[in-house]
Nanobody
Framework: QVQLAESGGGLVQAGGSLRLSCVASGRTFRTYGMGWFRQAPGKEREFVAGISWSGGSTYYSDQVKGRFVISRDNANNNGENTVYLQMNTLKPDDTAVYFC???????????????????WGQGTQVTVSA
């Protein structure tokens, strides 16, 4: 059973930091491109960050570039893969549900396109107070 499980969300004051984690299990995600998206109430899901299967290439939306860092840890001893999103200098506009996603085959122009991802987690709420 394929599963993506996010954790690490919560309530934080503006200027603070959070680190989100996404554990991918059920198959070998080591060769998958991974992404983080977010969705605020009344808004469409938007791209936040993406990372290639090797971790050698990363991609960010303009809204988070310079504040967020995506990274991954492939294949721990339990055969799981973990993707992280370090979020710094958080702003109230960052408030949203954050989703982890995995893509079997994805190339750089499409990391920001949610239709190119095959698996999604349930999301974790991030709330930034002013």
């Amino acid at each position: 059973q394929v599963q993506l499980a996010e954790s690490g969300g919560g309530l934080v004051q503006a200027g603070g930091s959070l680190r989100l984690s996404c554990v991918a299990s059920g198959r070998t995600f080591r060769t998958y491109g991974m992404g983080w998206f977010r969705q605020a109430p009344g808004k469409e899901r938007e791209f936040v960050a993406g990372i290639s299967w090797s971790g050698g290439s990363t991609y960010y939306s303009d809204q988070v570039k310079g504040r967020f860092v995506i990274s991954r840890d492939n294949a721990n001893n339990n055969g799981e893969n973990t993707v992280y999103l370090q979020m710094n200098t958080l702003k109230p506009d960052d408030t949203a549900v954050y989703f982890c996603s995995a893509a079997r085959l994805i190339t750089p122009p499409y990391y920001s396109d949610p239709t190119h991802y095959d698996y999604w987690g349930q999301g974790t709420q991030v709330t930034v107070s002013a």
